[in-house]
Nanobody, 120 residues
Framework: QVQLVESGGGLVQPGGSLRLSCAAS????????MGWYRQGPGKQRELVAT???????NYADSVKGRFTISRDIAKKTVYLQMNSVKPEDTDVYYC??????????????WGQGTQVTVSS
């Protein structure tokens, strides 16, 4: 059974930094891409950043230049380095692995979510 376990969330002051990690356990198979999303109360889940198995990266405009996504495929782990954080970055952050399945199908796995709170 595949599980994604997140760590690294917490309380950080505006302008500070935080690093999130998400590690997969179990036989996850071949990964298409990994990503981070966030969701606040009453809001839809939104993309923060994604990185493909080939290393192509996409960021939401709101985090460009401040956040950095990286991954270690051998360790089945994805990271999100958050710098110069702002109060509006306060949300629950979820990691996502999109993996290949037989016959061209795909599956999504999600972490349990980790709270990030930016406040002085």
């Amino acid at each position: 059974q595949v599980q994604l376990v997140e760590s690294g969330g917490g309380l950080v002051q505006p302008g500070g930094s935080l690093r999130l990690s998400c590690a997969a356990s179990g036989s996850i198979g071949s990964i298409n891409y990994m990503g981070w999303y966030r969701q606040g109360p009453g809001k839809q889940r939104e993309l923060v950043a994604t990185i493909t198995s080939g290393g192509s990266i996409n960021y939401a405009d709101s985090v460009k230049g401040r956040f950095t996504i990286s991954r270690d495929i051998a360790k089945k782990t994805v990271y999100l380095q958050m710098n110069s954080v702002k109060p509006e970055d306060t949300d629950v952050y979820y990691c996502n692995f999109n993996v290949k399945r037989p016959f061209g199908a795909r599956s999504d796995y999600w972490g349990q979510g980790t709270q990030v709170t930016v406040s002085s």
